[in-house]
Nanobody
């Protein structure tokens, strides 16, 4: 499985960005997908995850501001980020799993995409 993430960039506080992650290769192996982020000097953390059936969960810090979705026909997962804050600044990574959970199973990672929230 290969994952190609895109959509990062520089945005002002309060702004929006949409990240995309397209999967290719053995896509039949993929069930859950998610987005993680890692800020400088911090551990990588789960931002949002979505099962193959579309059930989503979010980190408390992004609830109400971020929305994860997936288009199974396009093998793509999205992260719509609204009301961005400076503390959302991080490298965002796409993740796919062989099980319908992001805490187990074979894991595949995309390259990171930088999101910078600054005025």
């Amino acid at each position: 499985v290969q994952l190609q993430a895109s959509g990062g960039g520089l945005v002002q506080p309060g702004g929006s960005l949409r990240l995309s992650c397209a999967a290719s290769g053995s896509i039949f192996s993929i069930n859950a997908m998610g987005w993680y982020r890692q800020a400088p000097g911090k551990q990588r953390e789960l931002v949002a995850a979505i099962t193959s059936g579309g059930s989503a969960n979010y980190a408390d810090s992004v609830k109400g501001r971020f929305t994860i979705s997936r288009d199974n026909a396009k093998n793509t997962v999205y992260l719509q980020m609204n009301s961005l804050k400076p503390e959302d600044t991080a490298v965002y990574y796409c993740n796919a799993r062989s099980l319908d959970t992001v805490v187990a199973g074979t894991s595949w990672w995309g390259q990171g995409t930088q999101v910078t929230v600054s005025s």
